[in-house]
């Protein structure tokens, strides 16, 4: 199966992405094919008003990288949403990254139908490098992330904050999110989700 990393860290040595980086060797450990890609390399503009911006045959006219990272996009069973914390939410690349995908769905593009059902039903990770460790300063990023996946079918199946400001100090965090990434990363493919409702059957053991 495949696992594709989105890194919206404009530093390419930064800690969220050597977290992306870490959770893509736990997949592969697994015998999974893992990509990684930065959004500043593929994403330059934020959304437009398609109603004025879409070409006549239907293809968004905003000339970058987006189309063939979609195309990444689709391809993969995992999808790995690296992002360091900025102003108590997600980087402004990975917000324009989603932000486009409506484009792409929408009925006026002549492949909406197709992107939208292999769009659906991944599984995905969440990764995030803050510099401070007070609890609440994830609750945006969560929140958001976790509202994405629920509108996507998307099982959510962790989400990993290591703390750190300099490149590669993540390292050093004494929770060990490296660690924790790895693991996330081993399960992302093949590990249990669950995300109970009143009406579930379970019968109250989770791991036989």
Not at 28 to 51: F, I, K, Q, Y
Not at 68 to 85: E, K, W
Not at 144 to 159: C, S
């Amino acid at each position: 199966m495949k696992a594709l990393a989105l890194s919206a860290s404009p530093r390419k040595d930064g800690n969220s992405r050597l977290l992306a980086e870490t959770v893509l060797e736990g997949a592969a450990s697994r015998g999974h094919e893992v990509e990684l890609a930065d959004l500043t390399d593929a994403v330059a503009a934020p959304l437009r008003d398609c109603r004025t911006c879409r070409q006549a045959d239907g293809a968004c006219s905003i000339g970058d990288g987006y189309e063939p990272l979609l195309r990444q996009l689709l391809a993969a069973d995992a999808l790995v949403l690296a992002t360091p914390l900025y102003w108590y939410g997600i980087a402004g690349q990975l917000k324009i990254f989603i932000d486009r995908l409506f484009c792409y769905i929408k009925a006026d593009y002549p492949g909406s139908a197709e992107v939208t059902r292999r769009l659906v039903g991944k599984r995905m990770a969440v990764v995030v490098s803050s510099e401070e460790t007070y609890p609440g300063s994830m609750v945006g990023v969560t929140a958001q992330l976790q509202e994405l996946a629920r509108y996507l079918h998307h099982d959510l199946v962790g989400v990993v904050r290591g703390v750190a400001n300099s490149r590669g100090e993540v390292a050093r965090d004494p929770a060990d999110p490296l660690a924790q990434a790895y693991g996330l990363g081993t399960r992302l493919l093949e590990g249990h989700v669950s995300d109970h409702r009143i009406d579930t059957v379970r019968n109250g053991v989770v791991w036989p």
